[in-house]
Each structure stands twice: as structure tokens, then as C-alpha cells.
Nanobody, 124 residues
């Protein structure tokens, strides 16, 4: 079992930055791949970024490549999402998710554990 808690969301102006954190409980956190997804009002939940269990492999949605960076610290059982050059279209609730296995999947249904989400609002 893994429990996930997101933090770091807030209101920021366009071109600003935010750093989201996902704190995990569970002694086997290092064996889980972690992903970030987001859901804007009235839209489906979409993939943002994922990192493999040892951090050696990452995947990003095309819309965030070059702007967002995912990283993990297994000793601290945290995964971070550094978001730079934010755009109004990045406004959404951001969710952290975990799945067992080493592949940094982009598929929502492959993730077993989810946090409650943190709101990110980017003003123009």
C-alpha cells in the first residue's frame, strides 16, 4: 500500500514557476513508478510526467516538455514536479499517482494509487 499527498499548488502568473511535491508513505516506495496527471474543469484527466522507480527513466507529455521536470528522492520518499514557464492552459488539479513496476507509464489506468490533488491556477 502506498499513500500519496500532494502539495505546492497555488496561484501564479503566466511565465512563473511552481514546484509540486508528492509525499509517499510506505516502505517500498522505491519500487514504485510515480506519475503526475492533471485535470482541468470539464476535461479528462491527462498524463503530465512520470519517473521510473530508480529515476533512470522519465516520460513527459508533449505539452510540458522543456518546461516541466520530474524528479524523485527515494530516501525522502518524495517526487517533485518543477514547473517553469507556466501558461494559463496549465491550470488544473494536479494528481500524483503510483504504480508497481519499473516502467514510467503514461497511461492513467495503469496507476493503482492516487493522491487527492493540488490546485494549480495560472493567470494571464
Amino acid at each position: 500500500q502506498v499513500q500519496l499527498v500532494e502539495s505546492g499548488g497555488g496561484l501564479v502568473q503566466a511565465e512563473g514557476s511552481l514546484r509540486l511535491s508528492c509525499a509517499a508513505s510506505g516502505r517500498t516506495f522505491s519500487s514504485y513508478t510515480v506519475g503526475w496527471f492533471r485535470q482541468a474543469p470539464g476535461k479528462e484527466r491527462d498524463f503530465v510526467a512520470a519517473i521510473s522507480w530508480r529515476g533512470g527513466s522519465t516520460n513527459y507529455a508533449d505539452s510540458v516538455k522543456g518546461r516541466f521536470t520530474i524528479s524523485r528522492d527515494n530516501a525522502k520518499t518524495t517526487v517533485s514536479l518543477q514547473m517553469n514557464s507556466l501558461k494559463p492552459e496549465d491550470t488544473a488539479v494536479y494528481y500524483c499517482a503510483a504504480r508497481s513496476g519499473s516502467y514510467a507509464s503514461t497511461k492513467l489506468h495503469e496507476y493503482d494509487y492516487w493522491g487527492q490533488g493540488t490546485q494549480v491556477t495560472v493567470s494571464s
